[in-house]
């Protein structure tokens, strides 16, 4: 009987390294790798929030309160020049809508890398240029709504773009400080075992048995309110990752358990490494990828309870800007009936969600390569 | 250049021009919306009493079966005569609404109430009319006032309503420590407790140790003497059914009895028992003399009352009323349900939380709905004002500043007002300071509405350099005086009320940016409100000062009158000096005591006399701009009205105020199906 | 077997225990209490509550004493099959939650339903088909569920609802059913308003569900036995279906014991939102109000349902599979 001689693809297989071995196994997954790439999209947006927005997100206006967003005509004449109409309104008498007409006849051509309002580019740089915009000094009816306004009359792309900003930051705050607790505490529940292990369960399985809402209730009602937008910003990711934790513990305790018992486990305890050592250079490597996984599927789940927590009032509140926020504002039987535009912050929720959620298959599908 | 510059002028005629012509179709169609002020009215002359009387069908059924005495019987000899506002009605029926959980008793006092006081206010919200009582008399130069009851008249299960019922009342449940352990202080004139005697059966007498001139008005608005079915419930009221409630009350039935009572029923306490039965919204067998009766109590999915047949109010024409059967107020927990179930046409006449925005939608589906919509504006002169707490302690610089006349008139003056009125009330409101509409008899004088209530950012900022708040950080901001950095002034604001206070506040943050004020909004749920404004902690605070176009009887937002307010006081510690005579909280400003002052002394002096210290009140407060006036006589407070265009009687527009318990100021009782 | 099932079943009671004691510390923490509550909202409609009557309804609501006295009076009263009165409904909290009870089970178990046949065909195409087109579109719609905000889901189909269909806004039951006695009619009606909630909260769990019945069929479709089958010459379906499936079914089985509280608790916003008469909005409005006991015996009762869920969970679990028992010594 001759040997399988395999074709060279084949026989990379038996000697990459771990870490290769999970690149291609992800990359057999489109939708995760399509995945990836909307999400470090997304963070794109969030550092260059201030440059994409081109309306001040805070300047109100009730002359162009509810506009429906405007489209952009790219072509004048056949030639390349983007501009969008004027646009007046007023209340209609009858229906009590605010009612906008576009004059065809006055075009506000749209500029690139235009200069707007000012701000700190990554903090540091002042400047004043943003993607788009007009020339500036131009009146309330001359300027750019690309996603129409709320009722206060404020840009709602520009809105938009920051409240991308804190809601995806947000996420990771939170979901570090799940993966601190949770990979501490699973660990030494799964690694100790016995006491440890059957004390941080039960307690586990109390949080997890607490309907989650009384708890953020309490534990929301409890801040001083005289802590600063941030403060707070800080203690809600904190309160949703206290129950955040417990599925990622669940996790790390299994995995946990079951390399305990594995050879080059024990055969590192016989040769003298000390528990620490142990765990740290040996076992968390061999599990790394499963935290990954978990973490990166953790992150929606983030996103969700931030926009829960605004529904009831217990979120972020105006002034701050985030998805829930903007939501909260479209909560209303007139936005849905009259001014539906102001419900678009859904969209980047439900992308930037199920992008996390196939990332994260993905991830966890990759993770056990062998 | 040249060409864009007439472009631009050709724009901004065109826009002017469009501008003129929008607000003239806005007045126009504003009065689509608004109607004009209409009411039905009491007949007072015993001449036109109706001699004989009919009833609703389901009523006659029962008198023929002899479960119920007749109904001229029932009615007794002294009607209470409405006459319809358009047109006698017609019997039957079942008028649908909503309600938001057991908290909500407003909702059926407004609607189904009567309403029982002692007297009410005409359809103008004017003038004092009798009510229950069928006529009253002030005598010895104020200290007394005689009411007339009405013979015959009935409790809801057939007992006679008389004097006795007060002697009740007074004697065993106001001088009861245990019931009402604090005197209130519409029973008093100048600190000093009055008396409520029996006279005849059918006449009772109010007597006071000084002249209580004010005492009809207090009678007549919802104040502790607004009858059993508004304050009951607390051992407040003027009247109860002494014949029922004697069984819980332990002089009657002996103290272990009513212990045991208590007991069995899980109450904590026999108070609890006794006020849980006298609760006109809770208890359905507690006899009452409101048209309409509690069949299931506010505490289940639906409350429904139904029509009375002891009622004594009748029409020009002796049909007894209501001509309406029933009243189903069905639960909803959010107010977004309510709004869409009185837009989708299934309430059939609701006012209470119909939310201002959503107004269009309201009007795009009248037709689907079959109703129409109407806005009812209050005539109160803030249906949203910031008040400062003039006794703020916490941090001496603002309190110094807060203290500054000309600093909180320059702060009045940051405010863009046509921008928060088109943005929140659609247009609908009134840029206005605090004063009442022009109509009202203590409005002071057409040149104090726009007193200090006008868009001058030039005038606001000299005033606040000239005060010694000139100097300004890199962003434009006012800096202290104290070195201590910016000035930043904190305004809290509730959630989820009528009006979006939280929003308006953020858009006068945007605008006092122009003044250089750094504005910070708290939005706070009521708990919190109410205990940071009892510990003097809050500096500004958003609310709406609706109640107060009746000065006397509701002057909580008016001035600092209340030790107990939620979000929004003008000074607890003021409060407690006043309320405490002089003996607790903190001696006010000159200014202020002078208000105060003229306040007192309104309740002792005849009308005329009145009505100028009335007027000396605004004065002061519009001057002195201890609150902010901002949007007034708008319909944002309980003004958006939806009726089915079936239902007969109903007013165009109506007098929309707490003291009218609006629309009960309308006569529901008159309200029929064609 | 019986010594795991006797060591678990102490264990939940301690579980129940401390949960019990959390619940009530969780509702004392916003600061005030029922009766601050109470002043606050008679003081916004101009009525007012003076410091005597207030301190008079605090001791009558027993509210002036500490908290831990307070918790073993409600312990006491609990004992007694006694849950107390709810302040703000003033009626004892038994009958203030006992109508909504099965109210929301019935949402609940409808949404469960509507999962379960969303997510098991989905969760099998996914894990047979995998990697392919198909596989990447029923997973999205699955996941859909997961993504869009509920509560504004909600109040579009609310709306939709009612322009589209003249549905009856919100609710279980058309105002005319709603305190009336049982008949098929109102059965009916109540199966009018089931879809919608139905709809939002069971593609809610939809995602988790997916996810496990294809982890789970994934590993069972690479053991060898689906291997032999093939070769023996089973068609595709029966292969996939008569055993693997089955078997991927078990430990989706016994989730079922903390999906269902799950559910509940994730349905108290879209309850809200859509004015359902379940125990989700009443316990929203019992925390605001600070209403101690009602607030109280919800949460203890949702947590009690989620501890007997995952006792009855990790027993099934166990029965079927022993390794899992050894894990745990």
Not at chain 2, 251 to 266: C, F, L, P, S, T
Request: one cysteine or more; aromatic letters at 10%.
């Amino acid at each position: 009987m001759a040997t399988l001689v395999l074709p060279v693809e084949d026989q990379r297989v038996f000697v990459a390294s771990q870490w290769q071995l999970m690149w291609w196994r992800f990359r057999k997954h489109r939708l995760a790798v399509a995945s990836g790439i909307v999400v470090l999209g997304f963070y794109g947006i969030v550092v260059g929030a201030d440059f994409l927005a081109y309306a001040d997100p805070n300047a109100s206006e009730a002359q162009r309160s509810l506009m429906p967003p405007q489209s952009i005509h790219w072509l004048d004449g056949g030639r390349f020049n983007p501009h969008v109409y004027a646009v007046k309104g007023a209340r209609d008498p009858q229906s009590f809508k605010r009612v906008y007409r576009a004059d065809p006849g006055e075009k506000i051509p749209l500029r690139f890398f235009a200069e707007g309002f000012e701000y700190r580019f990554l903090g540091l740089i002042p400047t004043t240029r943003h993607l788009i915009g007009v020339e500036p000094g131009l009146d309330a009816s001359r300027a750019i709504f690309v996603l129409g306004t709320d009722v206060q009359g404020r840009d709602l792309f520009s809105r938009l773009m920051y409240g991308t900003r804190i809601s995806l930051t947000i996420g990771l705050f939170g979901v570090a400080a799940s993966l601190v607790l949770g990979v501490v505490l699973g660990g030494l529940s799964g690694f100790y075992g016995g006491m440890t292990d059957t004390l941080i369960q039960r307690v586990i399985e109390i949080l997890r048995s607490i309907p989650t809402i009384p708890l953020w209730m309490g534990l929301a009602a409890a801040l001083p309110r005289e802590w600063s937008v941030l403060q707070i910003y800080f203690a809600i990711t904190i309160i949703i990752s206290l129950l955040g934790w417990t599925e990622l513990a669940r996790v790390v305790r299994g995995r946990f358990l079951a390399l305990r018992e594995e050879d080059f486990v024990v055969s590192a305890r016989l040769v003298g490494c000390s528990e620490m050592r142990t765990i740290f250079v040996h076992m968390v490597p061999a599990f790394m990828s499963h935290i990954i996984a978990a973490t990166t599927l953790a992150l929606p789940a983030m996103i969700i309870s931030e926009t829960a927590l605004s529904f009831l009032g217990l979120g972020l509140r105006p002034p701050a800007i985030s998805w829930g926020v903007l939501l909260q504002h479209a909560q209303n039987v007139q936005t849905v009936a009259i001014s539906p535009w102001l419900m678009l912050p859904a969209v980047p929720v439900i992308i930037v969600v199920m992008a996390f959620n196939f990332l994260g298959d993905g991830l966890r599908d990759a993770a056990d390569p062998y | 250049m040249r060409m864009l510059r007439s472009r631009r002028t050709i724009a901004l005629a065109v826009a002017a021009v469009g501008i003129v012509a929008a607000a003239g179709a806005l007045a126009q169609s504003k009065s689509t919306l608004i109607g004009k002020l209409e009411g039905p009215e009491v007949v007072t002359d015993a001449a036109k009493f109706p001699r004989t009387f009919r009833e609703a069908p389901q009523l006659a059924e029962q008198v023929k079966a002899g479960k119920l005495p007749p109904v001229a019987e029932r009615i007794g000899q002294d009607p209470l005569v409405i006459k319809p506002l358009h047109e006698i009605g017609k019997y039957g029926g079942t008028w649908r609404g909503g309600f938001t959980g057991p908290a909500d008793f407003w909702n059926g006092y407004r609607c189904c109430s009567g309403p029982d006081h002692l007297l009410f206010w005409d359809y103008t919200g004017d003038k004092v009319t009798p009510n229950i009582a069928k006529g009253y008399e002030m005598q010895d130069g104020g200290r007394t006032l005689v009411l007339h009851l009405r013979r015959g008249m009935k409790w809801s299960d057939g007992k006679p309503f008389t004097a006795d019922d007060f002697v009740f009342w007074f004697e065993d449940i106001y001088r009861n420590k245990d019931l009402v352990p604090t005197p209130s202080a519409a029973m008093a004139i100048n600190g000093k407790q009055g008396v409520l005697e029996k006279v005849d059966t059918y006449t009772v007498k109010f007597k006071f140790p000084e002249p209580y001139y004010m005492l009809p008005d207090v009678l007549a608005g919802s104040t502790d003497l607004a009858g059993q079915a508004w304050r009951g419930a607390f051992g407040l009221g003027g009247y109860a059914p002494a014949h029922y409630l004697k069984q819980f009350h332990p002089k009657y039935a002996g103290q272990a009895e009513v212990e045991k009572k208590a007991k069995d029923a899980k109450f904590d306490s026999w108070v609890r028992m006794f006020f849980n039965r006298s609760d006109w919204s809770l208890n359905p067998e507690l006899p009452v003399i409101t048209p309409w009766k509690t069949v299931t109590p506010i505490n289940t999915p639906t409350w429904t009352l139904e029509r009375n047949p002891y009622s004594v109010f009748v029409d020009p024409a002796g049909n007894q009323l209501p001509y309406i059967d029933r009243v189903v107020l069905t639960l909803a927990e959010n107010l977004e349900v309510i709004n869409l179930r009185a837009i989708a046409g299934e309430y059939d006449f609701q006012a209470r939380h119909l939310d201002l925005a959503k107004v269009p939608v309201f009007i795009e589906n009248q037709a689907k709905g079959g109703y129409k919509l109407y806005l009812d504006p209050g005539d109160y002169g803030g249906d949203m004002i910031i008040k400062f707490n003039l006794s703020y302690e916490a941090d001496p610089e603002i309190a110094k500043w807060m203290n500054t006349t000309d600093f909180r008139r320059a702060l009045a003056l940051g405010i863009d007002r046509d921008q928060l009125n088109e943005t929140f009330w659609l247009g609908t409101g009134t840029p206005s300071s605090v004063v009442p509409a022009d109509n009202n008899k203590y409005n002071p004088g057409p040149e104090y509405r726009k007193l200090w209530a006008t868009l001058d950012l030039k005038k606001a900022n000299e005033m606040l350099d000239k005060v010694g708040l000139a100097k300004k950080d890199a962003e434009g901001f006012r800096l202290r005086t104290d070195g201590k950095g910016r000035l930043r002034l904190e305004i809290m604001t509730l959630g989820g009320q009528f009006l979006q206070f939280t929003q308006i506040a953020e858009m006068i943050r945007e605008q006092w940016k122009k003044i250089g004020i750094d504005l910070v909004v708290q939005e706070v749920e009521r708990s919190l409100a109410l205990q940071r404004t009892a510990a003097n902690e809050q500096q500004l605070g958003a609310w709406n000062n609706d109640g107060s176009e009746h000065l006397f009887t509701f002057p909580t937002h008016v001035f600092p009158f209340d030790t107990i307010a939620v979000v929004a006081s003008s000074g607890p510690l003021y409060a407690k000096w006043f309320q405490s005579a002089g003996t607790q909280g903190k001696e006010p400003p000159a200014r202020m005591k002078e208000l105060m002052a003229k306040f007192k002394r309104a309740y002792g002096v005849p009308e005329k006399e009145r009505i100028q210290l009335g007027k000396d009140v605004w004065k002061i407060t519009a001057e002195e701009v201890y609150i902010i006036g901002v949007i007034g006589m708008g319909p944002a407070s309980m003004g958006v009205r939806v009726v089915k265009t079936n239902m007969g009687n109903i007013p165009s527009r109506q007098y929309n105020s707490p003291d009218g318990k609006t629309p009960t100021i309308s006569r529901p009782v008159t309200f029929y199906w064609k | 077997m019986l010594a795991y099932i006797g060591r678990r079943a102490l264990l939940a009671v301690f579980t129940v225990w401390a949960i019990s004691v959390l619940s009530f510390a969780i509702i004392q923490l916003p600061p005030g209490d029922y009766v601050t509550s109470y002043i606050a909202q008679m003081a916004s409609m101009g009525s007012v509550v003076t410091d005597e009557e207030a301190q008079n309804l605090r001791i009558q609501y027993g509210l002036g004493q500490p908290i831990y006295v307070q918790y073993y009076k409600w312990v006491r009263l609990i004992a007694q099959g006694n849950f107390g009165m709810s302040m703000e409904w003033r009626r004892p909290v038994t009958e203030v939650i006992g109508e909504r009870l099965w109210l929301t089970v019935v949402v609940s178990v409808s949404a469960l339903i509507l999962t379960w046949a969303l997510a098991l065909p989905i969760g099998i195409y996914s894990a047979v088909r995998q990697y392919s087109v198909g596989d990447y579109v029923a997973t999205f719609v699955g996941f859909i569920g997961l993504a869009v905000p509920n509560f504004l889901l909600a109040l579009v189909l609310l709306y939709l609802g009612f322009i589209l269909f003249n549905a009856h806004i919100g609710g279980l039951f058309s105002p005319e059913f709603q305190d009336a006695p049982w008949s098929a009619a109102r059965a009916w009606d109540l199966a009018k308003h089931l879809p919608i909630p139905a709809l939002i909260l069971g593609l809610a769990g939809t995602a988790q569900q997916i996810r496990i019945m294809r982890a789970n069929l994934l590993d069972e479709l690479r053991k060898p036995y689906v291997v032999t089958a093939r070769s023996k010459g089973l068609s595709e379906a029966r292969v996939i279906l008569r055993y693997p499936v089955r078997v991927a079914l078990n430990p989706f089985a016994s989730t079922i014991g903390y999906t269902l509280p799950y559910i509940v608790s994730g349905s108290i916003i879209v309850s809200l939102v859509l004015g359902l008469p379940t125990v989700g909005p009443l316990l929203l409005k019992a925390l605001i109000a600070q209403d101690m006991f009602l607030a109280g015996t919800i949460v203890l009762l949702l947590g009690v349902m989620t501890v007997i869920g995952t006792l009855i969970s990790d027993i099934v679990l166990v029965w079927i599979d022993p390794r899992i028992r050894l894990e745990d010594t």
